[in-house]
C-alpha cells in the first residue's frame, strides 16, 4: 500500500510541475516587446505577439507588463 502511495504521489509532483513550467513559459512568449532607445530612454515601437504574427502597439500606451529590447 505505501509503494501505491508513493507512486501516486510522485505522478502528482512530475504533473505539478510540469503544469508549472508550461505556464511559464506561456507566459514568457505572451508578453509584448518594447524597444526603447538606449540614448534617450524613449519608447520607439511595441510589437505585440498574436501567435504567429505581429502586432504594432502604441508607445502611448504601454502594456502593464512587457519585455525592454534596447535599441540605438
Known amino acids: 500500500m ?3 502511495y508513493d507512486i501516486i504521489l510522485f505522478i502528482c509532483a512530475v504533473v505539478l ?3 508549472a513550467l508550461w505556464l511559464i513559459a506561456i507566459e514568457i512568449t505572451d ?3 518594447v ?3 538606449y540614448e534617450t530612454k524613449v519608447c520607439r515601437k511595441v ?3 498574436d501567435g504567429p504574427k505581429e502586432i ?3 508607445c502611448k500606451k ?3 507588463k512587457y ?3 534596447w535599441v540605438k
Open 2 to 4: 505505501k509503494k501505491l
Open 17 to 19: 510541475c510540469v503544469s
Open 31 to 33: 508578453t509584448p516587446d
Open 35 to 37: 524597444y526603447m532607445s
Open 47 to 49: 510589437i505585440i505577439y
Open 56 to 58: 504594432r502597439g502604441s
Open 62 to 64: 504601454l502594456p502593464k
Open 67 to 69: 519585455n525592454i529590447v
